[in-house]
């Protein structure tokens, strides 16, 4: 013979399923009856040690950086090429008016470039260890370009 499915279980109680919680009309125990005092007060943030974390840098940001960085080269060459000519027409000697018009591209690549990375992640590369040398030089060399084109 077959034996047939029982529909209870062998304690003898069927099984309810699921089964909704029954309301409380009396609030818990485990909670506060009263609210603190600090509830209605203002929130104070008080800033930690550490510096805001660095965010990455995308791939696409440094492509576009890097093509509009290359089109400032670009730009800033053609701008050496009208000084140089600028100052043999005022009679400098070429060699220096050729070794101003280098001082003067080096030195608006070099402000450029720490331009073009402030614009690309302040957060990473607008730094002293990094913006400041740029600065520095692109400085330095804008300021030879203008002493030795006297001369």
Request: hydrophobic fraction near 50%; aromatic fraction near 8%.
């Given at each position: 013979?077959?034996?047939?499915?029982?529909?209870?279980?062998?304690?003898?109680?069927?099984?309810?399923?699921?089964?909704?919680?029954?309301?409380?009309?009396?609030?818990?125990?485990?909670?506060?009856?009263?609210?603190?005092?600090?509830?209605?007060?203002?929130?104070?943030?008080?800033?930690?040690?550490?510096?805001?974390?660095?965010?990455?840098?995308?791939?696409?940001?440094?492509?576009?950086?890097?093509?509009?960085?290359?089109?400032?080269?670009v730009?800033?060459?053609?701008?050496?090429?009208?000084?140089?000519?600028?100052?043999?027409v005022?009679?400098?000697?070429?060699?220096?008016?050729?070794?101003?018009g280098?001082?003067?591209?080096?030195?608006?690549?070099?402000?450029?470039?720490?331009?073009?990375?402030?614009?690309?992640?302040?957060?990473?590369?607008?730094?002293?260890?990094?913006?400041?040398?740029?600065?520095?030089?692109?400085?330095?060399?804008?300021?030879a370009?203008?002493?030795?084109?006297?001369?």
């Amino acid at each position: 013979m077959q034996a047939t499915p029982s529909t209870t279980p062998p304690g003898g109680q069927a099984d309810p399923g699921f089964k909704l919680p029954e309301e409380k009309n009396a609030p818990d125990a485990a909670l506060p009856q009263t609210t603190p005092e600090t509830a209605g007060g203002p929130v104070e943030v008080v800033p930690g040690p550490l510096p805001p974390a660095v965010t990455d840098t995308s791939t696409r940001d440094l492509s576009i950086g890097a093509a509009v960085f290359v089109v400032l080269l670009v730009v800033y060459f053609f701008v050496r090429n009208a000084y140089v000519h600028h100052m043999v027409v005022r009679r400098v000697a070429p060699s220096t008016a050729g070794s101003a018009g280098w001082l003067l591209f080096v030195g608006l690549a070099f402000l450029s470039a720490a331009a073009v990375l402030a614009i690309i992640n302040a957060s990473r590369y607008l730094t002293w260890g990094v913006t400041a040398p740029l600065v520095v030089v692109g400085a330095v060399a804008l300021v030879a370009a203008l002493f030795i084109g006297r001369r």
